[in-house]
């Protein structure tokens, strides 16, 4: 699991060009959009990243933001999800 | 002075209308494929056969639907002088111009730049005037309407050709699916079931003018206008709407209608209804903010597609025919009301509450969180437009530039490393930053050093604050990285985080997310730096009360070469 969420931290730091950021800088179960204190306030659009990152790289297929949205609740949730689902 | 639409002209999709054709009973709807009959049914359409003679060897497709538009403009247009003077203007609204001829893999072709473009236009045409492009997002061609509309009653101009257009391209096409934000069918502005909206492609076109004598049509006046900033989002539209809703009311007190008395005033709504969840969400909120809740209210999108620069004029035009006509077309698609606010969206063709459709407000927002609005009405019903007096003159405050001039060719640093240093000079962190194009992050930089000694937000309400930004390459440099995305068609499609930068007005508007800026933000495209014309039309914003600060300047980025060269503009009297 451990490997998984640092695999994720560092595809997110890729995708979203968080270049300042090192992996073990993100929490991972802060919350990881809206305006949370040490979450990474990611936005729509950054959904949309990560639904593609889901899509590429581990074959799981979200229709959209809202179906999206508890599974991105932080990189723990989505590294939960990921690990169930992945093909 | 009032400023009348003399002329107009919408081309889209093999169709043509004008407000001046007579031959009304040969209109046909010439259909494209899959469009439900219905749907077009209120637009009289001719059919439109592109003109066989190339004006310009290597003319694009979108310059033929621009040549042929102005074409029927000029042929409208009551003119006896055949030569135009320098108080003749021609204003070219676009979001992409020829995108259509930019490929991955090699250079760029010139008349990819928005400018080369307008000057072939121009030039053919001989104009002396040098032409004005604005590529504002969505909201472009209210933004050249209005903008026309000031240049004629300051003085600079006495008539103005407008021209807007954008093409439908796989480049369009695979940045709003990458987006999720494409209707699986037809859009249905404001409707419970919408999902998305539909693209379109169009050119649409008027002829501002000063001279009531030389209308052949019917005599409709822009009267007022405004354009504003959310400064919350690039893409998502205000939660509140009131980014919309100060456009709104700027664009009221333009014409001098009391707030309170906006449904007394405005007959029918033309909103942008683009049909996707949150813009429309984000207008009925507005909407119903400015007390116009039991105003008609449509979208013309389900008749012609998203129309992007081109949907602000295209859809004014289509206004003019109904102000004719007496009657707020339907929305097609629209059965049950799916928006947080009850506005009155018009299911059916009807008549308004007052009867006649004698003024209308027309909305439009964009990327970028930029919203527009303006007002046209029936001669007589008009209202002499008053002057403003502003006490003070507009003086620079301060001024900030980052060049590639200032470091010698071929030396380091590079743009990337120069900007990622500025930035951490500053000891500002914010995340966004990393998450910008280099065409943005070049202007949030510029704008952070430029406001270090100033309190704008202090000093100044969000609204009476804006932006006016020009350069050379517009969004090309993302754009290419978009394209070349595009062109390798991979299975997950196109990658949304750079779609969003390829519009040059997006800078823009990250520049008033971090300093909470929402005044007026334009975009110009010039061939070359003219910052004389920058000041001169920020001034003209400050001199005629719309804003008291003005960031202008150049903010240009292609490659290695580029150039952040930014004014501040405050009012003296402000400066104690």
Not at chain 2, 464 to 492: F, K, M
Request: aromatic residues 8%; contains cysteine; charged residues 25%.
């Amino acid at each position: 699991m451990n490997t998984l969420i640092l695999e994720i931290k560092q595809k997110i730091i890729g995708a979203l060009n968080l270049e300042d950021l090192k992996p073990e800088d993100i929490d991972e179960n802060a919350p990881l959009f809206g305006d949370n204190e040490g979450g990474l306030e990611l936005d729509s659009i950054d959904a949309l990243e990560l639904i593609i990152i889901l899509d590429k790289d581990y074959g799981i297929k979200l229709k959209d933001a809202k179906e999206a949205r508890p599974i991105f609740y932080s990189i723990a949730t989505l590294a939960k999800y990921i690990s169930e689902n992945r093909k | 002075m009032k400023v009348y639409l003399a002329a107009d002209c919408v081309i889209s999709l093999n169709r043509i209308f004008s407000t001046h054709f007579s031959s009304k009973e040969n209109a046909v709807d010439h259909l494209p494929d899959g469009v439900p009959p219905f749907v077009l049914k209120p637009i009289p359409w001719q059919n439109y056969v592109p003109s066989k003679e190339n004006k310009l060897a290597d003319e694009t497709a979108l310059e033929r639907l621009f040549f042929d538009t102005a074409d029927v403009l000029f042929s409208q247009y009551k003119c006896e002088s055949q030569k135009l003077t320098d108080r003749f203007g021609l204003i070219i609204s676009t979001t992409k111009g020829n995108i259509d001829l930019l490929d991955g893999d090699k250079p760029i072709d010139a008349r990819c730049y928005l400018s080369v473009m307008a000057e072939r236009i121009a030039t053919y045409y001989g104009f002396i005037s040098k032409p004005i492009v604005i590529s504002n997002a969505c909201i472009s061609g209210i933004s050249a309407l209005v903008v026309g509309k000031r240049l004629i009653q300051s003085g600079q101009y006495d008539e103005v050709m407008v021209l807007g257009g954008d093409l439908m391209t796989e480049f369009v096409h695979e940045g709003f699916a990458a987006f999720h934000a494409l209707s699986s069918t037809l859009c249905m502005p404001f409707d419970a079931a919408r999902d998305g909206l539909t693209l379109g492609e169009a050119c649409g076109g008027v002829i501002l003018t000063r001279y009531r004598e030389r209308i052949s049509g019917r005599n409709i006046v822009l009267e007022g206008g405004a354009m504003t900033s959310d400064a919350s989002h690039v893409t998502a539209p205000s939660r509140t709407g009131d980014g919309l809703y100060y456009a709104i009311q700027a664009t009221l007190s333009d014409v001098g209608i009391p707030a309170e008395a906006a449904a007394d005033n405005i007959d029918y709504v033309n909103a942008h209804g683009t049909g996707t969840v949150y813009n429309d969400e984000m207008e009925s909120k507005a909407i119903d903010w400015a007390g116009l809740q039991t105003c008609p209210v449509n979208s013309l999108k389900p008749y012609l597609g998203h129309t992007l620069g081109a949907s602000g004029i295209v859809e004014a035009i289509l206004c003019m025919e109904q102000m004719h006509c007496d009657r707020v077309w339907r929305t097609p698609g629209f059965s049950s009301l799916g928006v947080p606010k009850a506005i009155c969206v018009s299911a059916h063709e009807q008549k308004t509450v007052r009867g006649n459709v004698n003024k209308v407000l027309k909305l439009a927002s964009g990327f970028g969180g930029t919203n527009g609005a303006l007002i046209l009405v029936k001669e007589g019903f008009a209202s002499e437009s008053k002057s403003q007096t502003v006490s003070g003159k507009p003086v620079e405050t301060a001024s900030y530039r980052i060049s590639s001039e200032q470091i010698p060719k071929g030396t380091k640093p590079d743009f990337y490393q120069r900007i990622s240093d500025e930035f951490h000079r500053l000891n500002r962190p914010n995340l966004r930053f990393f998450k910008m194009d280099s065409l943005s992050k070049l202007g949030y930089v510029t704008s952070e050093y430029l406001l270090s000694n100033v309190q704008l937000a202090g000093k100044y309400q969000p609204q009476e604050v804006g932006i006016v930004l020009a350069n050379r390459s517009s969004s090309l440099d993302t754009d290419l990285a978009h394209q070349r995305i595009v062109e390798q068609h991979l299975p997950e499609g196109a990658s949304p985080s750079v779609f969003v930068y390829t519009l040059p007005s997006v800078t823009a508007g990250e520049i008033s997310i971090r300093h909470k800026i929402k005044g007026e933000c334009t975009f110009f495209i010039q061939s070359e730096k003219d910052l004389n014309f920058l000041r001169s039309y920020a001034e003209l914003l400050m001199t005629n009360g719309i804003l008291k600060a003005v960031i202008y300047g150049w903010c240009e980025l292609l490659g290695e070469e580029y150039d952040a060269d930014f004014h501040l503009l405050e009012l003296s009297n402000d400066l104690k």
